[in-house]
């Protein structure tokens, strides 16, 4: 629980690989796409190497976005049916109880409390939030994440990016990032700054699961940000490796971009994260994290 202990834990290395593939009908031109890929070091996470890699000719230029994200835009230099980008990286985390701290904001706090198009709440999920009341911020905000993690169900069958939060709610499931909006949205509701943070997270009993993973922070008094995860009912620890924040699942989409024709689209995202072995190989060379697997349609 955030705030309930003075020490840390112990650090742990996280290899992180990313891989993302828009295949189109046709050759597609004028391809621009913002990449929020790279995590910024903070307190709990030291970025040991990170790479970003574009499969494409094209121009690559680094930027802080309004959030503080570490971000790239890219531009095709031709039309392509294909475009693949490839993130490989090393972190060390340090469980923090969720306490991501104050750290240097550059927009206002109030900007956080602002609805968006994906978090714009309707009567029911209004109504739920109203019952979630505690005179401490913090136990507020833990029976929060407690109570969606109760109420909604994972489930990557119904709903899809563009799902807002009150929908989300209203089915009762989702995946991680419908649960992180609802997160959000209800925490704005009860006057908490809140946002949503796109990741990584390597689950202890499964440090080889793959997944793009969501979830949200809220800026409590005396605490700054503190992180909790409502998919796995608990707040962010070393498992987490914290990429980008925003209002939303769009706001912090780890890719986003236009493009001019080339007819329909599939994309397929493949993310895998796992804590490393207690020493490298013998060789040197760290083990390649997808063999003999296939790639899977996947989302955030």
Known sequence: MAGGADGHGAAVRLLIDHRTVYRYEGPASAIVQVLRLTPRPGDSQAILRWRVDVEADGAIKPFTDAHGNLAHMFYADAPLAELAIHVEGEVLTTDRAGIVGAGEELVPLGVYLRSTPLTTPDAALAAF?????????????????????????????????????????????????????????????????????SGHYAAPDHPEQEAAHAWAELHLPGLGWVAFDPTHGICAGEGHVRVAVGLDSLDAAPVRGTRRGGGAERLSVQVHGRAAPAAPPADGAEPDLFAGQEQQEQRQ
């Open 129 to 197: 939030a109203r019952t979630i009341q505690h005179e401490s911020p913090l136990s507020q905000a833990h029976m929060l994440m407690e109570s969606i993690h109760r109420r909604m169900a994972f489930d990557p069958d119904v709903t899809h990016p563009a799902t807002d939060a009150a929908t989300a709610f209203r089915l009762g499931r989702g995946v991680c990032q419908d649960l992180s909006q609802v997160m959000v949205t209800a925490a704005r509701l009860l006057g908490i700054p809140a946002r949503y943070v």
